[in-house]
DNA sequence: AATATAGCTTGATATAAATCAAGTACAACC
DNA sequence: GGTTGTACTTGATTTATATCAAGCTATATT
């Protein structure tokens, strides 16, 4: 159960300075003045870097880094014990991943790199002390819990109430304007289309289906000129009809993000 | 849209000085020194009664209260176009309903009154300077939302990938056990059954299904001598069973209640 | 006491999604 | 260049849950 930090291989020294990174202003540390910098510096473990597949972390693990993903995409997911993956949120560049207020008790979800990633480690013991000494970063992270429970109460609607075919649109459109709200930082952003790297089953797996329902469900969409998913690349085909469809609201998705 | 305040009816006096307030320990000015109370106190409007079905605010709304609820139960919700419900979590005397961290963009969901409710409310614009006044408070708000982030990731597996018996099942003993936790607040608590005020139709909305599927379902769980559900009073006959059917961790639900 | 109403039950039927089972395309590897 | 394995597709069938419809309690209302 333990994580094998041989998964993990350091980053050369390169983009590691917190003052000059491209990543910051969407992260936790956005709030912190120039002058503090040196706290987030300081309690910062090197950069990371996970293959896809490999894990950061696992439910049932003590909680002993937080980390702010740097590049590439990330799955969270809890699964039950008969076997069952429930994908929660997937997490983009500026993400805060693996915090959870009381540091003591084990985490309740696993985190798995779809992509190859970079993340900045942060001890959580470092961490908590940081947050009483600085209020500016306590009230950023305010912020991103609450846009984190926003997205979930929509997936969370999305899985309940929606049919296959409209959880398919809506989860499309949320990581197609998620993914364009942080642009620049993704490599292969297009007008309509984005480097897309889940598979049929995670897509399943985030939506409460199997996978061989999402794979004719899809053919549906893809019939119907709203989307075409190849070669890892998704592009939005007709996004009225599909934001119809899906009863999707960018609004509430993209409104609050951390960037804006 | 806009709410009628005529809903409202105000408490007379008694039980309203934060400082002696039994519900604090378990709501967000737990953390605050008692000399700082009065910051509370001044920001805090009069305790508001509200009716059953009563709407405390409605997605769309932008907010200008959050609250901590005092007394009773609230069912928080989002709806689709075509008619959906989706109740997202149940709220218990002591939890923060209602904040959202950018206040200038609309609520994205709604919270109805189940029992007849007491609320103490606080304009958003005061709170926000509070929390930049106070860091205590902060953290304290970081530990609740990390607490219904963790309640909605347990929601979201089961609704995503449990049966209905197990969904079912699951959201018994999270009420039973997050009642008991508070249950000194709580009237008529007893050792293995609560008072319980959901009908079947907001307990299909919490999972997922319809009421008439609730009622098979139910009667399927009954019929195993694992619960029952009666005069508005759960009772749970046997938890081993329960807890092994619904595949429930009572540690994930109330480890880090604020309360413990 | 009579009546209305909301919540629950139960049966018959329909449907969305799961499951089981083969087969295909395609990238990774030797 | 062939082989292996993973992801995806497609068809046939089953199953869980939804839908439609009618009747049944309780509780509240007059």
Redesign the interface.
């Known amino acids: 159960m333990a994580i094998n930090y041989d998964n993990f291989i350091v980053k050369p020294g390169e983009s590691t300075q917190c003052a000059q990174c491209v990543v910051r202003k969407l992260a936790l540390f956005q709030g912190v003045k120039l002058e503090n910098l040196e706290w987030t510096q300081a309690i910062r473990q090197e950069q990371f870097i996970l293959k896809p597949k490999r894990r950061l972390f696992e439910e049932g693990e003590p909680p002993r880094y937080a980390y702010t993903l740097f590049s590439g995409w990330v799955a969270q997911y809890?699964t039950?014990?008969?076997g069952?993956?429930?994908i929660?949120q997937f997490a983009l560049p500026g993400d805060f991943i693996g915090?959870?207020?009381?540091s003591g008790?084990p985490i309740?979800?696993s985190a798995q790199a779809l992509t190859e990633i970079t993340v900045c480690a942060f001890p959580v013991k470092e961490l908590n002390k940081v947050?009483?000494e600085l209020?500016e970063l306590?009230?950023r992270?305010?912020?991103m819990?609450?846009?984190?429970?926003?997205l979930?109460?929509?997936?969370?609607?999305s899985?309940?109430?929606?049919s296959a075919k409209q959880r398919l649109a809506y989860l499309f459109l949320e990581l197609f304007h998620r993914v364009k709200a942080i642009g620049d930082l993704m490599p292969g952003t297009e007008e309509d289309s984005i480097a897309f790297p889940l598979s049929q089953e995670d897509l399943a797996d985030a939506?409460?289906l199997t996978s061989v329902h999402v794979s004719r469900t899809l053919r549906e969409l893809t019939d119907e000129g709203l989307v075409s998913v190849r070669h890892r690349r998704l592009t939005i085909l007709n996004e009225p009809a599909l934001t119809d469809l899906a009863?999707f609201?960018k609004?509430?998705v993209i409104?609050?993000h951390p960037l804006l």
Chains 1, 2 share one sequence.
Do not use: E
């Open positions: 809890q039950s014990p008969d069952g993956r429930m929660h915090f959870q207020a009381k008790h309740d979800y947050l009483k209020p306590s009230n992270l305010i912020d819990h609450s846009h984190t429970i926003k979930c109460r929509q997936h969370m609607l899985v309940g109430r929606k939506l409460g009863q609201d609004a509430i409104q609050d």
